[in-house]
């Protein structure tokens, strides 16, 4: 790993690796596929938070 500043040119971009990384791991993930996106406790807007002390 390079000494110093982190530079723009030295990071990775998600757009461009996103589909390389998909492509590595397709197949990998069995559970992925099971999974289902639970939305029931999803907030709504000036919905408040309240934690018991």
């Known amino acids: 790993m390079p ?3 982190t530079t723009a040119a030295q990071m ?3 757009d461009i ?3 390389v990384a998909q492509a590595k791991f397709k197949g990998a993930l069995i559970l992925g596929t099971l ?3 639970d939305d ?3 907030g709504k807007p000036n919905d408040s938070v309240n ?3």
């Open 3 to 5: 000494a110093g500043k």
């Open 17 to 19: 690796c996103a589909d």
């Open 40 to 42: 029931t406790l999803e």
């Open 35 to 37: 999974a289902i996106d």
């Open 51 to 53: 934690f018991p002390k």
């Open 12 to 14: 990775t971009v998600p």
